[in-house]
Each structure stands twice: as C-alpha cells, then as structure tokens.
C-alpha cells in the first residue's frame, strides 16, 4: 500500500511539472524580436524629432 502511495504520488508529480514548468532556456532571437523595432516606427520617429528640432 506505502507503494501504491509513492509511486501515484510521484506520477501526479511529473504531471504538475510537465504542465506548469516553465522552459529554463530562453530562445536570444525571441528576445531580439520582442525588443526590436519595426523599421517604419523608427523612421517615424526620427522624423518626428527632427520636425522638433528644426
């Protein structure tokens, strides 16, 4: 019964992990994309700094 116990306890254990585990590794070009800005809001933006400018 003691191992009837362990070894239900252990698979319920694997499962919560599995699912709610999060990756320990995190994917650099995710990163970079998620921080990189589109070309056309950059530009837009340099041009809104030199019509402030000048």
Do not use: C, S
Request: no cysteine; proline share 4%.
């Amino acid at each position: 019964m003691h191992k009837d116990h362990k070894h239900k306890r252990a698979a319920v254990l694997e499962i919560q992990e599995r699912e709610f585990r999060q990756p320990k590794t995190v994917d650099k070009r995710a990163i970079d994309r998620f921080q990189a800005k589109p070309y056309q809001l950059e530009y837009a933006e340099k041009l809104r700094k030199l019509r402030e400018n000048g």
